[in-house]
């Protein structure tokens, strides 16, 4: 299992970014994908879930209305569309999904939200 996260990087506050995950080793369309995050001197925390079949999405209250979840099946991948950035949304995004029992994590990409 390889996940590969792109996209970040430095934005103003109220910016925009999209992030988006390469995934590949496994049965992607098989699988619910996630997206944490870890702020500097924080605890790793769920941002998003997008389930397998049917694409339901599920989201951590502090991202609910900005953040939206999506997944390309064909491609492999799965995007984090993020708006109105704050600056508390500054971290190291991870892509995870759990196969077989065990948890994967990509190395991460850094959003900085700051003026």
């Known amino acids: 299992v390889q996940l590969v996260e792109s996209g970040g990087g430095l934005v103003q506050p109220g910016g925009s970014l999209r992030l988006s995950c390469a995934a590949s080793?496994?049965?992607?369309?098989?699988?619910?994908m996630n997206w944490y995050r870890q702020a500097p001197g924080k605890e790793r925390e769920f941002v998003a879930v997008i389930s397998s079949v049917g694409g339901s999405t599920y989201y951590a209250d502090s991202v609910k209305g900005r953040f939206t979840i999506s997944r390309d099946d064909a491609k492999n991948t799965v995007s984090l569309q993020m708006n109105s950035l704050k600056p508390e949304d500054t971290a190291v995004y991870y892509c995870?999904?759990?196969?077989?029992?065990?948890?994967?994590w990509g190395k991460g990409t850094l959003v900085t939200v700051s003026s």
């Open positions: 995870n999904v759990q196969y077989r029992g065990m948890d994967y």
């Open positions: 080793g496994f049965a992607f369309s098989r699988y619910a």
